[in-house]
Each structure stands twice: as structure tokens, then as C-alpha cells.
């Protein structure tokens, strides 16, 4: 048996920056920053993931083992983004049908799962968002291994500290600090009202290349360096 380690849940993150980011796409955030962006790897089972956000509840689970992950599910909140650490292990899949349904009656926001889940037909019918590496017909079971709930955990290559902000969608996982999540989701919404005008515009017949002025400066750039040129 293995440290079993149980830390109070975090707070909630406050309902309007909840609201805010679920306004947003995780690709928003990637022109602003680099880091808290989870490995490509861990994606939505569902290709048409709509935007997700909610607190991270962080558990960390022995490869073969999922009796904290029952515990857990008997703990969580409406809203929350249960992240799971599976500690290296990609053969063991911790989530399936029934697992799904008890986290869709918790009222959870999501699952992030750094390793695989089983059963999807039965996940998407749940309608509970997982983000995952893949499918698995190897599953845990309730050994009594252990595990962490409410601790550091990492997900993806991102630490994840219980009451982070996490956002998920058909493009990924970012974690954010929940101090900076509220000024993130503003400068997005902003930002997607321009990109929004920009689409207009290019049905309506421009180029995008003269819409983000890419022409004018490489044109430029063209016409310098053709000035620079030495003569024969």
C-alpha cells in the first residue's frame, strides 16, 4: 500500500470568470501566453468539445488502483475540473460508464485524465466533457493502493495546484492561476470579436492578407531590400 494523502477542496473560482472563459476557445489563450498548456497528447473524446471551464480538484492514482477516484466522486462539487495524475501509467484506463455517470450526477464541469478511460460510447452518452490519451480495455480496480486528493498534481507535462483555473475544449487543456484567469478571458473575448469582424470581411470577398496588412509589410520589405540591392 501506497501514502494516501487527502487535502481539504479548494475554493470555488469565482461564477463569473467561469462564465467568462466558457466564452472563449483554449486557442485564444495560446496567442497570449506559452505556458499551462497540457501535451497535445490529452484531447476531448469528443471532436466537438464546446468550452469547458471550472476549479481544479487534482487526485493522483496508483497505476492499477481507483479506490481514491471512488472516494473522490462521493466529494465533488457542481463546477468542478477533477484532473487526475496517473503517475506514468498508459495502460490502465481509471474512467468508464459508470465513472461517467457518477461525475455527471456530482455535477462536475469535466474530467482530464493523463493517461486512458474505456467505454466511450457510454462517456459521450453521459454527456460528462473528458479530455484523455486515448482508450483503454485495461481497466483499474479498487485495490486500496493510495493515491493523493486535493494535492500538487502534474497533468499533460502542467502542474496543476488544486483551485487552479482549468479551461478545456475540442483544441485542448490550459491551466491558468486563478489570480489571472479573469484578465485572460477579457483580453480573449476581446480578441475573438476582432477575429469574428475578420471573418465577416473575408466573406465578404477580401483577402487576409490585406486585412492583417501581411501584404503591405512584406511588400515593404520587397521594395528595401530592392532599394539595398547593389547596382551592377
Known amino acids: 500500500m501506497t501514502e494516501l494523502r487527502i487535502a481539504p477542496l479548494p475554493q470555488p473560482a469565482p461564477a463569473d470568470v467561469i462564465a467568462a472563459l466558457q466564452q472563449i476557445e483554449t486557442a485564444s489563450i495560446g496567442h497570449l ?28 492514482l496508483p497505476a492499477m488502483c481507483s479506490t481514491l477516484l471512488h472516494y473522490a466522486l462521493s466529494h465533488l462539487r457542481p463546477g468542478d475540473m477533477l484532473v487526475i495524475d496517473r503517475l506514468g501509467d498508459r495502460r490502465h484506463a481509471c474512467l468508464g460508464g459508470a465513472v461517467a455517470r457518477a461525475a455527471r450526477m456530482a455535477g462536475i464541469a ?28 485495461v481497466t483499474t480496480r479498487q485495490l ?23 479551461l478545456g475544449d475540442a483544441s485542448g487543456v490550459v491551466v491558468l492561476p486563478v489570480d489571472e484567469a479573469a484578465g485572460i ?29 501581411a501584404v503591405d509589410r512584406i511588400t515593404a520589405r520587397l521594395q528595401q531590400a530592392d532599394k539595398e540591392e547593389p547596382k551592377a
Do not use: Y
Open 110 to 137: 469535466g474530467v482530464i485524465i493523463d493517461g486512458p478511460c474505456t467505454d466511450v460510447a457510454e462517456i459521450l452518452a453521459e454527456g460528462v466533457p473528458v479530455w484523455c490519451r486515448g482508450v483503454s480495455s
Open 185 to 213: 478571458a477579457s483580453t480573449c473575448i476581446a480578441r475573438e470579436a476582432r477575429v469574428a469582424r475578420t471573418m465577416e470581411r473575408l466573406l465578404a470577398g477580401e483577402k487576409l492578407g490585406d486585412i492583417t496588412r
Open 33 to 60: 501566453r506559452h505556458t499551462g498548456f497540457m501535451d497535445g497528447g490529452i484531447q476531448a473524446i469528443d471532436p466537438r468539445q464546446k468550452a469547458r471551464a471550472g476549479v481544479a480538484v487534482t487526485l493522483a
Open 144 to 166: 486500496d493502493l493510495g493515491g493523493t486528493f486535493n494535492r500538487p498534481v502534474a497533468c499533460g507535462g502542467v502542474p496543476v495546484l488544486p483551485g487552479d483555473v482549468v
